[in-house]
């Protein structure tokens, strides 16, 4: 309870406030005051309106005010006085109304406190100081006593049902007063004086004594609550109940205190005690009806506000909303000030609530619901057990409608039960219609009110039925499936449309249907009104009065209704035109015209019609106003709307009409009787004015009607004294009036026959004339009256009648000639049987020619036969297909009559596919031709080859075939066409017949089928015919470009046409890039260069831009184009820009330019070609290390060609290439200088060029040891020092077996060169380390290699001694690396065959190993060992990995050593993986799915493991598209279309992932794409999954939207805490509200057609829920690949994607993400 408002403040000086209460519409609350005795009013929101005074009882102004009561209705206020008496004030139901008194109550004594049940509108309570309860009757302003005590009442209260008064009274005692049966109850004796006494749920009474007792209705105690310990506590003053009877206020001293009642408990809690200093003692208090505010008034005047709901809160800022308890609810409509108050009766708290379409409430309860309607202020509540399925329509007035469980309930606003019930499957709002309708209805008798409802009971049938008596009122059964329904207003018509479009209209209670469309796309009934709306195709129709169907009003119009508002009078249809909107007017009088009618205003609806213009609309009008008016006696009306369409005769005839009413009265039956004749209801009319023995009047009404004959019928039939007269004046009309064969029949009924034969004959009736001969006999006419009668039947041409006249005279031969002509075949060949026999025959055949020529063939048969006609007999037969009578008679005719006939009988038999019987006919008719059709027609080939074998010839059959093939192409049988054609192996025959046809798909097939050689000429050739057909079909050509294999022409097709982006499409699907960029240049050239830009940027068409920038060699836009969008064309623009540079000799400039494009080569190249060497090497030593020594090369090369040979030895020496300039030197006989040069850089050749500078007697491999030692000292002493270490280094095992010589020579030809040639020095030594270890003097060799910094020889050696401790020396001083772990790897081995096994190779020195953390030497020595000792050991290391978390080790570990295959590894993978993908980390996810990749791969081979495989192929999956995902999340602008599909798709793996993670980032992904709906659905979850995480106790609830996907549902794995702040939560959430109040947004998840089971599933999923069927996923996006066609194929691994997700990847990365290989164009 919180304070609200000071309605009034209080003063220093006592003010009491006497008594307040609250009206029951809420609008008034009155307060009395003791100060000046008067009543002041407050509005709701507690502001001061208005003050009057109140009127002293018998003058004396010494009284105070008791208690104030507001009437029922709240526009009467009940104020008690202590001076005896009761006013009733009339408020009015305006502010400022005068307040007048309306009714008086006189007490006997002095009232003491006063009730006013609500449920008593005329009836109120008062109790009296001298103990007495009385009842005040404000309609007779008397009271009269209910009972009596002896004790002053000093509280009174009723109970909330209004049926028991309570009073409590100074003695302690509570009586109980039953209102129904007057039966008093003395309740309970209180403990104290029951000041405070209040009826609820159950009965609160206290006082003085500190307590409060709860009390049952029969008096037993509930509950007290005792306060006596707290001695801050004074008496209780008084209490007050709210409405509901569940929360009891009871005011003290500073406080007052908070009783609820707690159903589930079945008790009463003290809520709250709400304490406020300086409220003193409470002496009054009043609850607001609705329960949400408590009023107080106190003893210094002080009028305080208290708010007590539970909580309050705004929905759109269209209501509010009020948690007044826990089981009640106000909802109020902030615009219109409407509200509605829920308060449930069937249950005890509310569950939830749920507003639809701004106005219709639904709040479900555990055992109910309650529905409402703010506009109309109507609530119901039926018993309902919800499912949390159901499905609620509001879309019919006065109604709503519940689905659930294939059952349609209808609810009716306002009424608590159950309206009915429908069980249908068609429950979208335009398949269903419901109508309540409360005023009287044409054509529904008595009837005041109607609840009607048509539905579907299948696609075909409508059901209508009456709501009232649960009745069916018709079944409406349509050939086509229906797809719109709609009753109008009243419920008696109902226009439906079906699945053709086609409109048609149903009266309900006369059962008629008619149609009003032939097409219509758009139909309703304007709301509240009679009129109907609809459009064909380009008109919008309007009936103003839809009973007269054929007066209908067409407007065209330029697009589609969307729909129809009518409000203040103006009725508005909208129409969508595209990117506007049109509003077109209805004539609002004709629509009031039309709800005038329905309400039986007459008047008003002719007033309508006379300020209207006429038309034929407003003429249709005026005729149903008269008839209307005709039914409701309005004379004058229809007079009036007579004279107004122009129908003056009915106008004149309503007239006197009304001057008989004028006379006899509206009602008298001659009123009644004309007006029925004016509806042409005559019998009506007659019956009517018999009925009441009106017979003259009902007689004169015939005459006029120029129905004499039933005038003279009544006469009789009633007696009429002056029946002779009338019948006489019947006859003389009779006659002038020429109804001379009624006159004839008068006088035969007289016996005046020959009088009666002159009238027939006279009137054209011989007939009747004959008729009346053969009655009484020929002998009793004269012989000249019967001539007349046969000639006048002759002229008229009743021949029968005429020949049975003659035959009758004896006149036989007239007779049958009468007879032949009347074609009376049957009299005819009776009459010559008797007396013509020779005439038998031939009239028995003309009669068979007269039956065939009317089609009685069949009859004719057996006239033919007796006419002895046996041709015509068959012919006659076969006619009437009566075969088998046919047969029969064909069979017994002659062969040369029957034989024309045989034919038609195997036609016969082979339409009915008795080809055998067929024929048997055909060849006996001698047609085989015919036989051998009928077989070609059916496909018995078989049959018709041996027919054909038998009864023709080989050519003749296939010119045959080859014909009936022709006749099938002629009419357009293509197919039967081309099997013939084909039988008879016309293979062009059948390709051209479809090429004419156009057909170019058959005639592919069969040119594939049988001229495979011309496939692809084929597809161009029809192709060209596409292009150049009248009717060009580019789609179609494209195809069969493509099929052809001829892009390039299809391009150019749409070149022609200029169809540009179509030209661009194909260069970009089937192209490179320099295609698609030369024809984009194409396009464009002729363009003015601005719109060269704009265009090639607006196709996205950068690359294409940046060459024409190029090409205008404007670089500086260029390069900024290929920054912002293309930056893979850098390097090409920087390679022309260096080369415009070079042209322009900027060499420094273009060097920059070419590095930049990655030409390294062409920068040497730029150097070497002026001859700038240092720069190309320069730059080769920078960025192209490889190409030195081609540097050095030519280097030298254009030095020798300057002769400067020193610079060139040093260029070639740098290049390695010593042998070049040595050869040169030789070539040129220029040997001092090569031998120079070899001795110092080439020494392999100084043995060679000294051979050539000396001969072959100098040859030191041919001079004997001591000669060559001589030679060396004699070089020695020549100071020949390097031509004297060759020497020496020539000698070899050749001169001498002494290798101790040998050693020594070679150590001094090392000598000699550390003293005189120390620039060979190395060399020398290197040399002499080789020929030591060749002899196998390995110790020497290791330390020559060792001085020289050659190791890795130098361990070979020291190891092939073996001397180990050397060699292990040597390898621990070189840096760890592969050289060191190659020879540690040397070492091992030797050391282990030298000194036996090694610990290492043991599991023990395994662990040790493992113990120190050499992890890879480890794996290294044990993969030498068994499988299961690899495994064994690889597990151990990885599970060490992962208990350090160092997961990317682990992953690399196990992708780099190739696993043996076991069950235990498998669930180690799936556990890596798992905890990999439990976070995004991009390092850990590219070693997790190289991982698993290479594992899958050792798999595939397993059969037993494919489980596991394919939980670790989905695992591969994850790791796969997790990591693409975070590779775009940190490029989201190079990426924002991908991103926005892998972040979807990657939802199905929320089970793996953490789902929270990804719903965020889809979430976002969809908002910032503005896919506001599905952003809506993904966010509202993730904030769910926010609550879930930050309270575990939270149950996440299902979501509906997540149906039928592959996102998780249940338990999704998420994160431990959330990553975002709880005021980042606050505006997502914000956001998240915002959004969903948007109507134009669809707030559902998108769908795609399963192309196997053709269900809805989501779009983003890649199987099927319902029948399995799995589609392709894109390696970029992992979306699945519904069209084809919308598809592109790695070039490498040949894996889908969509093609944009493919273009945005490969402009970015430039390789494919699965298989890593360069991509060089989109293809």
Same mark, same amino acid.
């Given at each position: 309870f919180k304070l609200s408002k000071?309605?009034?403040?209080?003063?220093?000086?006592?003010?009491?406030?006497?008594?307040?209460?609250?009206?029951?519409?809420?609008?008034?609350?009155?307060?009395?005051?003791?100060?000046?005795?008067?009543?002041?009013?407050?509005?709701?929101?507690?502001?001061?309106?208005?003050?009057?005074?109140?009127?002293?009882?018998?003058?004396?102004?010494?009284?105070?005010?008791?208690?104030?009561?507001?009437?029922?209705?709240?526009?009467?206020?009940?104020?008690?006085?202590?001076?005896?008496?009761?006013?009733?004030?009339?408020?009015?139901?305006?502010?400022?109304?005068?307040?007048?008194?309306?009714?008086?109550?006189?007490?006997?004594?002095?009232?003491?406190?006063?009730?006013?049940?609500?449920?008593?509108?005329?009836?109120?309570?008062?109790?009296?100081?001298?103990?007495?309860?009385?009842?005040?009757?404000?309609?007779?302003?008397?009271?009269?006593?209910?009972?009596?005590?002896?004790?002053?009442?000093?509280?009174?209260?009723?109970?909330?049902?209004g049926k028991y008064i309570l009073s409590g009274h100074l003695d302690g005692y509570i009586y109980k007063f039953n209102l129904e049966n007057s039966n008093l109850q003395k309740l309970v004796i209180h403990p104290s004086v029951p000041y405070c006494l209040s009826w609820g749920n159950d009965i609160l009474a206290a006082g003085s004594d500190s307590k409060v007792v709860f009390y049952n209705d029969v008096g037993t105690k509930l509950q007290a609550y005792d306060y006596s310990s707290d001695e801050k506590l004074k008496e209780f003053t008084l209490s007050r109940t709210n409405s509901l009877g569940d929360c009891i206020a009871v005011g003290n001293y500073n406080k007052f205190f908070i009783y609820m009642y707690n159903k589930r408990k079945q008790t009463w809690e003290e809520a709250c005690v709400k304490n406020v200093e300086g409220l003193y003692s409470v002496s009054a208090m009043t609850w607001k009806p609705d329960g949400s505010s408590l009023l107080t008034g106190n003893l210094t005047g002080s009028v305080d506000l208290f708010e007590a709901f539970i909580t309050k809160k705004r929905f759109k800022d269209i209501f509010e909303i009020v948690y007044v308890t826990h089981s009640q609810m106000i909802i109020k409509n902030l615009e219109s000030q409407k509200r509605l108050i829920f308060k449930p009766k069937l249950s005890q708290e509310i569950s939830s609530m749920k507003i639809y379409k701004d106005n219709y409430i639904v709040i479900l309860t555990r055992e109910s619901i309650l529905l409402g309607d703010i506009d109309c202020e109507k609530i119901s509540e039926i018993g309902w057990n919800s499912s949390g399925k159901e499905k609620f329509d509001f879309s019919n007035p006065n109604v709503c409608m519940i689905y659930s469980s294939g059952e349609l309930t209808l609810i009716e606003y306002g009424n608590d039960d159950i309206l009915g019930y429908c069980r249908t499957e068609y429950i979208h709002n335009d398949l269903i219609s419901a109508r309540l309708h409360y005023n009287t209805v044409q054509g529904l008798g008595k009837t005041s009110t109607i609840k009607i409802i048509s539905y579907l009971i299948d696609l075909n049938t409508i059901y209508i039925q009456d709501l009232i008596s649960q009745s069916l009122i018709a079944t409406l059964t349509h050939e086509e499936k229906i797809d719109f329904l709609e009753l109008n207003k009243n419920g008696n018509k109902l226009v439906f449309r079906d699945r053709k479009k086609h409109l048609f209209l149903y009266n309900v209670f006369e059962g008629k249907k008619s149609t009003l469309l032939n097409f219509c796309g758009f139909v309703h009934w304007v709301p509240n009104s009679e009129v109907l709306v609809a459009q064909d195709l380009k008109n919008m129709c309007i009936w103003y009065n839809v009973d007269d169907a054929d007066k209908v009003k067409i407007t065209p119009i330029k697009g589609n209704i969307s729909e129809i508002n009518?409000?203040?009078?103006?009725?508005?249809?909208?129409?969508?035109?595209?990117?506007?909107?049109?509003?077109?007017?209805?004539?609002?009088?004709?629509?009031?015209?039309?709800?005038? /009618? %329905?309400? *039986?205003? +007459?008047? @008003? !609806?002719?007033? &309508?019609? #006379? $300020?209207?213009?006429? =038309?034929?609309?407003?003429?249709?009008?005026?005729?149903?106003?008269?008839?209307?008016?005709?039914?409701?006696?309005?004379?004058?009306?229809?007079?009036?709307?007579?004279?107004?369409?122009?129908?003056?005769?009915?106008?004149?005839?309503?007239?006197?009409?009304?001057?008989?009413?004028?006379?006899?009265?509206?009602?008298?039956?001659?009123?009644?009787?004309?007006?029925?004749?004016?509806?042409?209801?005559?019998?009506?009319?007659?019956?009517?004015?018999?009925?009441?023995?009106?017979?003259?009047?009902?007689?004169?009404?015939?005459?006029?009607?120029?129905?004499?004959?039933?005038?003279?019928?009544?006469?009789?039939?009633?007696?009429?004294?002056?029946?002779?007269?009338?019948?006489?004046?019947?006859?003389?009309?009779? /006659? %002038?009036? *020429?109804? +001379?064969? @009624? !006159?004839?029949? &008068?006088? #035969? $009924?007289?016996?005046? =026959?020959?009088?009666?034969?002159?009238?027939?004959?006279?009137?054209?009736?011989?007939?009747?004339?004959?008729?009346?001969?053969?009655?009484?006999?020929?002998?009793?006419f004269d012989s000249s009256i019967l001539e007349n009668i046969v000639k006048s039947l002759l002229h008229v041409g009743i021949h029968e009648k005429a020949g049975e006249m003659l035959e009758l005279m004896g006149h036989y031969k007239r007779s049958l000639e009468s007879y032949q002509k009347g074609c009376c075949y049957a009299k005819a060949v009776e009459l010559a049987k008797k007396n013509m026999p020779n005439m038998v025959d031939k009239l028995e055949e003309e009669w068979g020619d007269y039956l065939s020529s009317q089609k009685h063939n069949e009859a004719a048969i057996i006239h033919y036969i007796e006419a002895n006609c046996k041709d015509k007999a068959i012919e006659a037969a076969i006619l009437a297909r009566k075969w088998e009578k046919a047969i029969d008679l064909a069979n017994k005719a002659p062969y040369e009559v029957a034989k024309p006939y045989f034919a038609d009988i195997g036609d016969h038999y082979a339409a009915l596919h008795k080809m055998d019987l067929a024929e048997k006919y055909y060849l006996k008719a001698g047609e085989p031709i015919l036989c051998l059709s009928m077989y070609i027609r059916y496909s018995k080939w078989d049959k018709a080859e041996q027919l054909a074998k038998k009864h023709l010839q080989e050519d003749k059959y296939k010119?045959?075939?080859?014909?009936?093939?022709?006749?099938?192409?002629?009419?357009?049988?293509?197919?039967?066409?081309?099997?013939?054609?084909?039988?008879?192996?016309?293979?062009?025959?059948?390709?051209?017949?479809?090429?004419?046809?156009?057909?170019?798909?058959?005639?592919?097939?069969?040119?594939?089928?049988?001229?495979?050689d011309y496939l692809n000429d084929t597809h161009l050739m029809v192709a060209n015919l596409l292009c150049n057909d009248s009717n060009t079909n580019l789609k179609q050509a494209e195809l069969h470009y493509l099929e052809a294999g001829a892009w390039s022409q299809c391009a150019e097709m749409y070149k022609n046409f200029e169809l540009w982006e179509d030209a661009l499409r194909i260069a970009k699907s089937y192209g490179n890039r320099e295609e698609v960029n030369s024809l984009s240049k194409v396009w464009v050239k002729d363009l003015p260069p601005d719109q060269q830009k704009k265009k090639l940027l607006s196709m996205g068409m950068i690359d294409a831009l940046i060459d024409i920038e190029i090409a205008n060699e404007d670089f500086s836009e260029a390069f900024k184009l290929a920054e912002q969008n293309a930056k893979y064309k850098l390097p090409e623009i920087h390679l022309k820009y260096a080369m415009k540079l070079e042209d322009e000799k900027r060499y420094h400039d273009s060097e920059e330019h070419y590095i930049k494009a990655g030409q390294?080569?062409?920068?040497?190249?730029?150097?070497?070609?002026?001859?700038?060497?240092?720069?190309?090497?320069?730059?080769?030593?920078?960025?192209?290390?490889?190409?030195?020594?081609?540097?050095?090369?030519?280097?030298?090369?254009?030095?020798?060609?300057?002769?400067?040979?020193?610079?060139?030895?040093?260029?070639?020496?740098?290049?390695?290439?010593?042998?070049?300039?040595?050869?040169?030197?030789?070539?040129?006989?220029?040997?001092?200088?090569?031998?120079?040069?070899?001795?110092?850089?080439?020494?392999?050749?100084?043995?060679?060029?000294?051979?050539?500078?000396?001969?072959?007697?100098?040859?030191?491999?041919?001079?004997?040891?001591?000669?060559?030692?001589?030679?060396?000292?004699?070089?020695?002493?020549?100071?020949?020092?390097?031509?004297?270490?060759?020497?020496?280094?020539?000698?070899?095992?050749?001169?001498?077996?002494?290798?101790?010589?040998?050693?020594?020579?070679?150590?001094?030809?090392?000598?000699?060169?550390?003293?005189?040639?120390?620039?060979?020095?190395?060399?020398?030594?290197?040399?002499?380390?080789?020929?030591?270890?060749?002899?196998?003097?390995?110790?020497?060799?290791?330390?020559?290699?060792?001085?020289?910094?050659?190791?890795?020889?130098?361990?070979?050696?020291?190891?092939?001694?073996?001397?180990?401790?050397?060699?292990?020396?040597?390898?621990?001083?070189?840096?760890?690396?592969?050289?060191?772990?190659?020879?540690?790897?040397?070492?091992?081995?030797?050391?282990?065959?030298?000194?036996?096994?090694?610990p290492v190779r043991d599991e023990e020195g395994l662990d040790m190993l493992l113990e120190r953390g050499e992890y890879e030497k480890c794996l290294d020595f044990s993969m030498k060992h068994s499988d299961e000792v690899f495994n064994k050991y690889l597990i151990k290391i990885i599970q060490q990995f992962i208990l350090d978390k160092n997961y990317v080790t682990a992953a690399e570990f196990l992708e780099r050593y190739e696993t043996p295959i076991y069950k235990y590894n498998l669930d180690l993978y799936k556990e890596l993986a798992e905890e990999m993908l439990a976070e995004e980390n991009i390092d850990e996810l590219r070693a997790l799915k190289d991982m698993l990749f290479c594992s899958l791969k050792h798999l595939v081979n397993h059969q037993e493991f494919s489980s596991e495989m394919k939980y670790l192929a989905r695992l591969h999956k994850i790791a796969y598209y997790q990591f693409l995902k975070l590779n775009m999340k940190s490029r989201k602008t190079d990426f924002n279309y991908s991103y926005y599909y892998i972040s979807l798709s990657v939802l199905a793996y929320g089970d793996i992932i953490k789902f929270d993670l990804a719903l965020l980032d889809a979430g976002m992904a969809c908002r910032d794409r503005n896919s506001k709906g599905i952003a809506f659905i993904l966010l509202k979850r993730y904030i769910e999954i926010?609550?879930?995480?930050?309270?575990?106790?939270?149950?996440?609830?299902?979501?509906?939207?997540?149906?039928?996907?592959?996102?998780?549902?249940?338990?999704?794995?998420?994160?431990?805490?959330?990553?975002?702040s709880n005021e980042e939560k606050d505006k997502l959430q914000t956001w998240i509200v915002k959004t969903s109040v948007d109507k134009n947004i669809d707030f559902s998840l998108p769908k795609k057609d399963c192309p196997k089971c053709h269900k809805k599933v989501f779009e983003f999923n890649v199987c099927c829920l319902f029948c399995d069927y799995t589609w392709d996923q894109c390696i970029v996006t992992g979306f699945p690949i519904n069209i084809q066609n919308d598809c592109i194929s790695c070039s490498n691994c040949k894996k889908k994607a969509l093609k944009e997700a493919w273009k945005e990847w490969i402009t970015a990365k430039e390789k494919c993400p699965w298989c890593n290989s360069i991509q060089m164009s989109y293809k």
């Open positions: 000071n309605l009034q403040p209080g003063g220093d000086n006592p003010l009491k406030i006497y008594s307040m209460t609250w009206s029951p519409n809420l609008m008034r609350i009155a307060v009395a005051q003791s100060s000046d005795k008067k009543i002041v009013l407050f509005d709701e929101n507690g502001v001061k309106k208005e003050t009057f005074s109140t009127k002293p009882f018998k003058g004396s102004k010494n009284y105070s005010i008791r208690e104030l009561a507001f009437s029922a209705c709240s526009t009467k206020l009940a104020v008690a006085q202590s001076d005896s008496m009761v006013y009733i004030y009339n408020l009015g139901p305006k502010w400022g109304d005068r307040k007048t008194i309306c009714n008086k109550l006189e007490q006997e004594d002095q009232i003491s406190c006063m009730t006013w049940p609500t449920l008593k509108i005329n009836e109120l309570y008062v109790g009296l100081i001298n103990g007495k309860v009385k009842v005040g009757f404000l309609k007779s302003n008397s009271t009269t006593s209910l009972y009596s005590t002896e004790s002053l009442v000093v509280s009174i209260c009723h109970s909330i049902d009518r409000k203040a009078g103006k009725t508005e249809v909208i129409v969508n035109e595209g990117s506007s909107t049109q509003i077109y007017l209805l004539d609002d009088g004709l629509i009031s015209f039309s709800t005038a /009618i %329905d309400e *039986d205003d +007459l008047e @008003k !609806a002719m007033k &309508i019609l #006379e $300020s209207l213009e006429m =038309n034929t609309d407003t003429e249709t009008h005026w005729k149903t106003l008269a008839k209307q008016s005709i039914v409701k006696k309005k004379l004058f009306i229809a007079q009036r709307c007579y004279a107004a369409i122009g129908s003056y005769s009915k106008a004149n005839y309503i007239k006197k009409v009304i001057q008989i009413a004028d006379e006899k009265g509206n009602d008298h039956p001659l009123v009644e009787a004309k007006l029925l004749i004016l509806d042409k209801q005559f019998n009506n009319a007659e019956n009517l004015l018999l009925q009441n023995s009106l017979l003259d009047e009902a007689m004169d009404i015939l005459n006029e009607l120029q129905k004499w004959d039933e005038s003279v019928k009544i006469a009789e039939k009633y007696n009429h004294p002056s029946i002779k007269e009338i019948k006489n004046q019947y006859y003389t009309w009779l /006659i %002038d009036n *020429d109804q +001379l064969d @009624k !006159a004839a029949a &008068i006088r #035969e $009924s007289e016996g005046d =026959n020959d009088t009666a034969i002159k009238h027939y004959i006279h009137g054209g009736y011989p007939a009747k004339a004959a008729n009346l001969v053969k009655t009484y006999g020929i002998q009793s010119d045959l075939i080859a014909k009936e093939a022709e006749s099938f192409e002629n009419i357009g049988k293509y197919k039967e066409a081309e099997k013939l054609y084909i039988i008879a192996e016309e293979f062009d025959v059948a390709i051209t017949m479809y090429k004419e046809a156009k057909q170019y798909d058959n005639m592919l097939r069969l040119v594939k089928k049988f001229r495979p390294v080569t062409e920068v040497i190249q730029m150097y070497e070609h002026i001859l700038d060497f240092n720069s190309a090497l320069r730059i080769a030593r920078q960025h192209s290390p490889e190409s030195i020594i081609n540097i050095y090369e030519n280097q030298g090369r254009h030095l020798i060609e300057k002769r400067d040979f020193s610079k060139a030895e040093m260029c070639y020496v740098n290049a390695k290439k010593p042998e070049i300039i040595t050869n040169y030197y030789i070539n040129n006989k220029m040997f001092d200088e090569a031998l120079k040069f070899a001795r110092k850089h080439y020494p392999i050749m100084v043995k060679e060029i000294l051979f050539m500078m000396e001969g072959t007697d100098n040859d030191p491999d041919k001079m004997g040891y001591d000669d060559l030692l001589k030679k060396i000292d004699t070089k020695l002493s020549n100071f020949e020092y390097s031509s004297a270490i060759d020497l020496l280094l020539d000698l070899n095992i050749n001169h001498t077996n002494s290798t101790e010589k040998l050693t020594q020579h070679w150590e001094k030809a090392i000598s000699i060169a550390m003293e005189q040639e120390r620039s060979r020095a190395g060399d020398i030594t290197l040399q002499v380390a080789a020929k030591l270890r060749s002899l196998g003097n390995f110790e020497l060799a290791a330390l020559k290699y060792e001085s020289m910094g050659q190791v890795e020889d130098a361990v070979y050696c020291f190891l092939e001694i073996p001397k180990f401790e050397p060699a292990k020396k040597i390898i621990s001083t070189i840096k760890p690396g592969e050289l060191r772990n190659k020879l540690q790897s040397i070492y091992d081995s030797k050391d282990s065959k030298e000194n036996g096994p090694n926010f609550e879930v995480i930050a309270d575990p106790s939270i149950k996440l609830e299902w979501e509906k939207e997540f149906e039928n996907t592959e996102i998780p549902q249940n338990d999704p794995f998420k994160s431990d805490v959330n990553v975002l």
